[in-house]
DNA sequence: CGATGTGAATAATTTCACAGCC
DNA sequence: GGCTGTGAAATTATTCACATCG
């Protein structure tokens, strides 16, 4: 689209695909790599090799954010990591919460990569009484109760959320009310927030199980015959019902009879 | 591509759209829930909102699984969690090996999401001799010198990486070599694997970037003074917007003049 | 030349809306 | 009457392929 007029600079960074948005992280550590080493420049078939993505998708994404190639030469590396941090927001300082210093959290507050990028772990919270003040990772925790005024006093607008899941909700709720308008959540459960206020959530389980079904895809299409061992196991048939209708439903495997339910 | 001469339908689950697969443990675990409640039915409308997705979607998704609903009425509970964890290959039990004992691999070692559902944590492997022997979360850690040896012996298929970056890749390389198929990824690198070889990642800095991008955006927009409650915070309004483009390269925000280039 | 930037083609996913069945 | 199941439309994402420019 020939942007001739600039209507205004209404047609910002409006527009970026969400698809786009997910992947800009991983161009610039491919970038920021690069940097390290001293490279001075890459092209697209290299940084999309290291990205782990192909060069169209990669020269498509940086479309969106502008023309910052040279033809016949490539990216220059210093240039674009700075294009993409600006983009991503990452030229500011996000102070973070922590709510849940359990095991999870603790590695969370310990993680190297956090503390990279312009964030900040502003505060550790949980409601045990017996952890407050005890350093985690060289910061003090404090208690659920101050949760608010930590948020508030902090600016604090990212919270990560690593408590059990029953409290999740509760803790989100607080968060949110505070002023917190993102929030990481790696509680197995569904967080319901008001408008404008964005959650991502990071759950292992999950992982685990999209990755069972295509390890079991792979097991029934193996040419000979095999699958790598599956020692008994079998979890759950379930309540009957009246098992058989006239008509058959799903593909195949229908339920087993009972059920521990 | 010799289609097993199995079954008739050769289109058995195949076809199930990536985007589905990935929330079926979603639907899951809200039928989980459900059924500890007791509850025998569900509609499409009252999945969709416990699992945090439409119903239309949901709907949609179900039909790629069969017909296990019953118009009028909804979804029986118990069958189709049934159904759900045996198309995601639930209902076999799932060895898995976690390499790589720091705080992350220890905690995720101790997550209780991991135990459920099939998975089972079939070893802890860690390259430090001062871990060997010792017990996390009740698993003595072995050492990765044996890990070929466990992984085979076990007959592990899915592997979780949780080292340090810079080791990830001949972690992930010995796995595969051992006959690991699947791999979570905890490490922030891309990791090259062989065809056949499935590979999720969980970034939490990639997490937090694209978070960061959002929140970033939010503060550019906001209309006058709203927002739910949005106390002292106000999220660093930062360099000012000054520079209108005459027709540079990107859509605003040239480099602060000089570069490290 | 060689690699970017991008329209156009294709594929995947989501949403709509309603026929069909209980 | 109510709710599922699903074609069809709409939207979003990926890939192709090549004109363009340094």
Redesign the pocket.
């Known amino acids: 689209?020939?942007t001739g007029r600039t209507h205004r600079p209404a047609t910002r960074s409006r527009g970026i695909?969400?698809?786009?948005v997910a992947?800009l992280p991983l161009y610039l550590r491919a970038l920021t790599a690069l940097s390290e080493r001293s490279v001075p420049t890459?092209?697209?078939?290299?940084?999309a090799a290291a990205a782990g993505?192909?060069?169209?998708?990669l020269?498509?994404?940086?479309?969106y954010l502008?023309?910052?190639?040279?033809?016949?030469?490539?990216?220059d590396v210093e240039y674009l990591v700075y294009q993409i941090s600006r983009e991503l927001g990452l030229t500011q300082d996000w102070p973070v919460v922590i709510v849940g210093i359990g095991n999870l959290g603790a590695a969370l507050a310990g993680y190297g990569g956090f503390a990279s990028r312009g964030f900040r772990v502003a505060a550790l919270i949980d409601a045990d009484p017996a952890m407050t003040g005890k350093p985690v990772a060289g910061i003090p925790v404090q208690h659920t109760d101050d949760l608010e005024k930590i948020v508030s006093e902090d600016g604090v607008s990212i919270g990560v959320i690593a408590t059990p899941a029953g409290v999740a909700q509760v803790v989100c709720d607080r968060l949110v009310a505070a002023g917190v308008t993102s929030i990481l959540n790696f509680a197995p459960t569904v967080l319901s927030v008001p408008d404008g206020v964005d959650v991502r959530k990071v759950d292992l389980s999950i992982e685990l199980q999209i990755l069972a079904f295509h390890e079991q895809r792979k097991a029934g299409e193996e040419p000979g015959a095999e699958a790598p061992e599956a020692p008994g196991a079998a979890a759950v048939p379930s309540a009957g019902r009246g098992a058989d209708?006239g008509?058959r439903k799903g593909p195949d495997g229908d339920m087993p009879a009972v059920m521990p339910a």
């Not at 890459?42 to 940084?47: I, M, P, Q």
């Not at 502008?66 to 990216?75: A, D, I, P």
């Open positions: 689209m020939a695909p969400e698809a786009t992947r890459v092209s697209s078939e290299e940084l993505v192909n060069s169209a998708k020269r498509k994404d940086f479309s502008g023309s910052y190639g040279t033809r016949g030469v490539g990216y209708e008509e």
